[in-house]
């Protein structure tokens, strides 16, 4: 444990150094130097008009990544109790999945005009998905012998599947969570590129254009580090969950 | 029992069959009486249409080609760098324990923030798309690249010592088939990451391709050509990936033992 924290201390030192040659052989026009990005990305984080971007990405984000995850569960649960129409939906959730959503953006603008309900949609879509996959596979690797107990306690399939199967599956579910919500994420800030006046996505796409290197730079490095802890946390929730389970 | 089971199969294929064309007929329907309306989605049929029409009269060929070209330029990079990588990091667990955490959050940041600084970089064309998409699909070859060299089983790799093959090819003629079926996994999100990397950015900036097209028939309400470019899209990635799903699965069948 201890020489892995040392060893991440080296690596991130080892990527600051490379960042900063890179900068030096590069040049002030193509990226920032890393002392310099960061003083920006703390300016920016004391910035009001920047926590209103945030706070407009957040609200999008939050509302995308609770509708996926409640429907995404919903519609897992169902199609893995119901072997059979988990068969018929199968191939078309995979192939659902593995298209690039981008390519829809076009469709989302049309159908929902620019604004909040564009982003969220966007979310929507790149975090449904993987979702329903996990719940769907999850309920179908439960133990054979608990659908039996649920069987021999005559409960309700609503009963089963809420006291019975989504505990039993949660593990699981909640990888799937994690997918979700990086996807989520990222269909939010794909949104804000394309269909939005407001929002991180937006303020790091215009200052793209008007060619603030530092900006974007400084932007990039506040999502990587809001995105890679997102992600520890669910990792770490997960795993807690692995050992009482 | 195999017979019954048979039975099963064909009529989940067949109910398939009937959602899918119950799906595609409603939306027809919700297309022609006005529920959609034009502006927002042509008929599916006319979609088919626009794509015919665009492929025999061949007025987008170039950039079809463009695309297809680039796609493949990005995936070549990132399974062929990828694999390479991979296979170093899982040489060196050292190096692997602390950069495994960083692949895993990799994915949640959109890549293509970075297109804007490549442009910068390499100008607008065909290289600067084309590192995008290699960005974009490389982690997911490295990692199951990773993946699959923790499932080589022991045995094959004894016997490759016993024939004293050195590292190289030792990986190349024992370990890489024996991975198969994870690289394949590889391969197949490679491919869609590279076209998210690359039809992104054509819709961010680009001299031609698939994703300019549809942009710019998007700025001009040209439905036919955005709805026909689209389907093509589409159309194009669900043939590769469902090929790819199917030799992956072939794979997984004859190295059955994960």
Request: aromatic residues 10%; proline residues 3%; positive net charge.
């Given at each position: ?245 | ?108 940041i959109p890549t293509f923030i970075f297109y804007p600084l490549l442009i910068v970089i390499f100008g607008v064309g065909r290289t600067a798309l084309i590192v995008m998409g290699a960005m974009f699909a490389i982690v997911a070859m490295i990692v199951n690249t990773i993946l699959g060299l923790d499932r080589v089983s022991k045995v094959v790799l004894q016997s490759a010592v016993m024939l004293r093959l050195d590292w190289f090819r030792q990986l190349i003629l024992v370990r890489l088939p024996a991975a198969g079926p994870h690289l394949v996994t590889g391969l197949k999100l490679a491919v869609t990451y590279s076209v998210i990397g690359i039809v992104a950015g054509e ?56």
């Amino acid at each position: 444990m201890k020489s892995t924290r040392l060893d991440t201390a080296i690596l991130v030192f080892g990527l600051l150094l490379v960042w900063q040659l890179l900068y030096m052989v590069a040049g002030a026009n193509v990226i920032s130097a890393p002392l310099a990005t960061l003083i920006r990305a703390g300016q920016l984080l004391a910035d009001e008009r920047f926590w209103l971007h945030i706070k407009s990405t957040g609200e999008a984000f939050g509302l995308a990544g609770i509708i996926a995850i409640v429907l995404g569960i919903a519609v897992g649960l169902w199609l893995g109790f119901r072997r059979f129409a988990g068969d018929v939906a199968d191939p078309f959730i995979n192939t659902l999945y593995s298209i690039p959503k981008i390519t829809l953006y076009p469709l989302i603008l049309l159908a929902f005009g620019l604004g909040m309900s564009a982003k969220v949609a966007f979310g929507v879509i790149h975090g449904l998905f993987p979702v329903t996959i996990f719940t769907m596979g999850a309920v179908r690797n439960v133990a054979p012998i608990y659908y039996r107990t649920a069987r021999i306690m005559r409960l309700t399939d609503f009963a089963t599947l809420a006291t019975i199967m989504a505990p039993a599956a949660l593990p699981e579910i909640l990888a799937g969570i994690r997918i979700g919500v990086a996807l989520t994420l990222l269909g939010t800030l794909i949104g804000e590129f394309f269909a939005s006046t407001s929002g991180v996505g937006f303020a790091l796409i215009r200052a793209s254009e008007t060619h603030a290197v530092t900006d974007v730079m400084a932007i990039t490095l506040l999502l990587f580090v809001f995105a890679a802890s997102v992600n520890a946390l669910l990792n770490f929730i997960q795993r807690r969950l692995r050992h009482n389970g | 029992m195999i017979a019954s089971s048979q039975a099963r199969l064909s009529s989940v294929i067949i109910t398939r069959i009937v959602v899918l064309t119950a799906l595609l007929a409603a939306l027809e329907l919700a297309c022609r009486l006005g529920v959609i309306d034009r502006v927002t989605m042509i008929p599916p049929t006319e979609m088919v249409a626009a794509l015919w029409q665009i492929l025999a009269s061949g007025r987008f060929d170039s950039d079809i080609a463009f695309t297809t070209g680039n796609i493949a330029a990005a995936v070549a990079l990132a399974v062929g760098l990828g694999f390479f990588v991979g296979a170093g990091l899982h040489a060196l667990p050292r190096l692997r324990r602390v950069i495994e955490p960083m692949l895993s959050a990799y994915y949640a940041i959109p890549t293509f923030i970075f297109y804007p600084l490549l442009i910068v970089i390499f100008g607008v064309g065909r290289t600067a798309l084309i590192v995008m998409g290699a960005m974009f699909a490389i982690v997911a070859m490295i990692v199951n690249t990773i993946l699959g060299l923790d499932r080589v089983s022991k045995v094959v790799l004894q016997s490759a010592v016993m024939l004293r093959l050195d590292w190289f090819r030792q990986l190349i003629l024992v370990r890489l088939p024996a991975a198969g079926p994870h690289l394949v996994t590889g391969l197949k999100l490679a491919v869609t990451y590279s076209v998210i990397g690359i039809v992104a950015g054509e819709f961010i900036l680009a001299t031609s391709g698939i994703g300019k097209r549809v942009a710019f028939a998007y700025d001009n309400f040209d439905n036919n050509t955005m709805y026909g470019m689209l389907l093509l899209l589409l159309l194009g990635v669900i043939a590769v990936n469902g090929l790819l799903s199917t030799w992956e699965r072939r794979l997984h069948r004859r190295f059955g033992q994960q």
